[in-house]
């Protein structure tokens, strides 16, 4: 199989990565482009990949798998600079936030399977959530390809399109919730009398111990929340006052917030994108 990765930043160098380790493909069979030579050359030296700066189109022609790696607004522009060498038998892959497949068909101008994915920032250690939708001309087929790419740095989830925003909100900004956690809980134990080391570890631990243990387990959160405390606990205390603060009711405003928000981005990404078309 080959592929290739238009635009090798952060997140498409992090997918380029995961496929790479997880044995997906082989790095003979991976071309890349970057906006510098610098960055390009960082790509062949670590993976061992073919990379350019620039070159789209050559990337592209002969690729089984083409994934757009590029801001949302560029997107359109990438995939008109390349619709001369894409043909059916391809998979487009966009890692574009809220930019609709619709949009890339129309600049592709070609019938073909494309996929919409939104991974977050833990692909960078292969932890990451992967939300992936796509368009009528994918078959089951194409479906496991493209899961497959994925599997390497994350866990895949397929929904319609109308809920990437969702997916967006929940998993695409998560970390950035997780993150405030994790500086929370060592903050109290620094204040508690914990150096700052000991805290940061101990916390960073016990997320990552507790997310894992709920994969591993398949208990409901309640379930596994209610197997720590212990009445007239220090848990049962604590948790008393997380709710007396609305932890879960902060928390689900806030995806609902930031949902309404990609939507909105959305409405606004179109309109750039319209407005381009007249420029």
Request: one cysteine or more.
């Amino acid at each position: 199989m080959k592929i290739a990765v238009l635009g090798a930043g952060n997140m498409g160098s992090a997918l380029l990565g995961g496929i790479l380790r997880a044995g997906v493909v082989q790095a003979a069979e991976v071309r890349a482009t970057t906006k510098s030579e610098a960055r390009a050359a960082g790509l062949r030296e670590r993976w061992g990949v073919a990379a350019s700066a620039g070159g789209n189109s050559a990337a592209a022609a002969g690729a089984e798998v083409v994934v757009l790696a590029v801001k949302p607004g560029t997107v359109p522009k990438v995939v008109r600079e390349i619709r001369d060498v894409l043909h059916e038998e391809q998979i487009l892959i966009s890692l574009a936030a809220a930019l609709p497949i619709s949009v890339i068909e129309d600049a592709a101008a070609c019938r073909m399977p494309v996929f919409r994915a939104m991974p977050n920032i833990p692909v960078v250690v292969e932890e990451g959530a992967i939300g992936i939708c796509h368009n009528s001309m994918a078959t089951g087929a194409h479906r496991e390809l493209v899961e497959s790419l994925f599997r390497g740095v994350g866990v895949t989830a397929f929904v319609e399109e109308e809920q990437m925003d969702a997916v967006t909100a929940l998993s695409g900004s998560g970390p950035a919730y997780i993150y405030m956690v994790i500086e929370a809980m060592a903050a109290a134990g620094v204040k508690m009398g914990l150096s700052r080391e000991v805290s940061m570890r101990l916390s960073e631990q016990t997320v990552l111990g507790a997310a894992k243990h709920a994969r591993a387990s398949g208990l409901h959160p309640a379930i596994l929340r209610d197997q720590v405390i212990t009445p007239g606990g220090t848990t049962i205390a604590a948790i008393h006052e997380l709710e007396r603060h609305g932890l879960r009711s902060m928390l689900i405003s806030a995806i609902e917030t930031a949902t309404i928000h990609a939507g909105k981005r959305t409405d606004v990404l179109l309109a750039e994108i319209e407005k381009q078309k007249h420029t």
